[in-house]
């Protein structure tokens, strides 16, 4: 996607450092995972935890998003890599749709495609749970 045509995105100032940590680490370090976090982290706006708008998503958020090419609904929740588990919807943040969606406000869309080259165009439609809403900065 050409970065002019990139949607805003806004981020904790707390999930930039636990998310620069762990893109430090050598497991993760200089994966393409993680370079393209990366240059997610440094094009966003970047905020005190409680100053964060609860209609953003931020790691932990649980969030539901919409296909628009399919009208399928994807409930999901957007977690560290160790906690990722596709079986229960957790989504980790180094997964190509899991750095898309971070940040994002509620009704914006990414396009990407999925495994196999599918496109989608994928709108956040609702956010269940934000923890910064919530008052929990221990996520």
């Given at each position: 996607m050409n970065p002019s045509t990139l949607p805003p995105i806004t981020l904790s100032s707390l999930d930039v450092r636990r998310l620069e940590a762990l893109l430090e680490t050598p497991g993760h370090r200089d994966t393409p995972a993680a370079l393209a976090l990366d240059q997610e982290i440094g094009r966003a706006t970047v905020l005190a935890p409680e100053n964060m708008p609860a209609n953003v998503v931020t790691m932990n958020s649980t969030l539901v998003c919409v296909d628009d090419v399919t009208g399928?609904?994807?409930?999901?929740?957007?977690v560290y890599p160790r906690d990722a588990d596709a079986a229960t919807g957790k989504v980790s943040v180094l997964?190509?749709?899991g750095s898309a969606l971070l940040g994002l406000s509620l009704g914006q869309q990414i396009d990407w495609q999925a495994p196999g080259g599918r496109p989608m165009r994928l709108r956040v439609v609702e956010i269940r749970y934000q923890p910064e809403a919530a008052g929990d900065l221990t996520h």
């Open positions: 399928d609904t994807h409930p999901l929740t957007l997964a190509p749709v």
